[in-house]
T-cell receptor, first 114, second 112 residues
């Protein structure tokens, strides 16, 4: 079975550019989570969706960050404009949406903002 | 505010020794606790999930205990192997939607 698929795997761009990260959850999963991982702050939850509806976006650091889930098989995380401090590994995870079901993670997008 | 702490931050053991990894959390109002493994350049893989009403879970060489009242969990890995080298993270579920709060992880190296 295909796991969570994220693209691109690596992204290098200049400060001020728009960045779009993509995620395809596991088929049949109805919860989707976006995380950011840095050495300084560890793994932080940015936003999560249930049945394509955003439930909690309190982890989104600034208005420059936005996320959408237009359907059950696709989500995007957008940063506009990007800044060097946004450099991190961004993970997407999905789950069956029941409380005692584990989350399944993608391999992440390593983002570098120059 | 929930805080999750993992000690030690790094651990090195010779092959064959048992591994003991610790996780503590400040708020006992959790739905469950999960242990994950992360290999370099990869995402997280779920190892064990302990529901709040459970005391432990086992899978092969792995055993995790949960003492919710004292805010502690321990992951035991028996007879460690070089392939167990990775970073191990614990996380607590803090709402009914599955929101996770992670610890910083313990980096484990098992030497042949």
């Amino acid at each position: 079975d295909a796991g969570v698929i994220q693209s691109p795997r690596h992204e290098v761009t200049e400060m001020g550019q728009e960045v779009t990260l993509r995620c395809k959850p596991i088929s049949g999963h109805n919860s989707l989570f976006w995380y950011r991982q840095t050495m300084m702050r560890g793994l932080e939850l940015l936003i999560y969706f249930n049945n394509n509806v955003p439930i909690d976006d309190s982890g989104m650091p600034e208005d420059r960050f936005s996320a959408k889930m237009p359907n059950a098989s696709f989500s995007t995380l957008k940063i506009q404009p990007s800044e060097p401090r946004d450099s991190a590994v961004y993970f997407c995870a999905s789950s069956l949406g029941q409380i005692n079901q584990p989350q399944h993670f993608g391999d992440g997008t390593r983002l570098s903002i120059l | 505010k929930q805080e999750v702490t993992q000690i030690p931050a790094a651990l090195s053991v010779p092959e064959g020794e048992n591994l003991v990894l610790n996780c503590s959390f400040t708020d006992s109002a959790i739905y469950n606790l999960q242990w994950f493994r992360q290999d370099p350049g990869k995402g997280l893989t779920s190892l064990l999930l302990i529901q709040s009403s459970q005391r432990e879970q086992t899978s092969g060489r792995l055993n995790a205990s949960l003492d919710k009242s004292s805010g502690r969990s321990t992951l035991y890995i028996a007879a460690s192997q070089p392939g167990d080298s990775a970073t191990y993270l614990c996380a607590v579920t803090t709402d009914s939607w599955g929101k996770l709060q992670f610890g910083a992880g313990t980096q484990v190296v098992v030497t042949p």
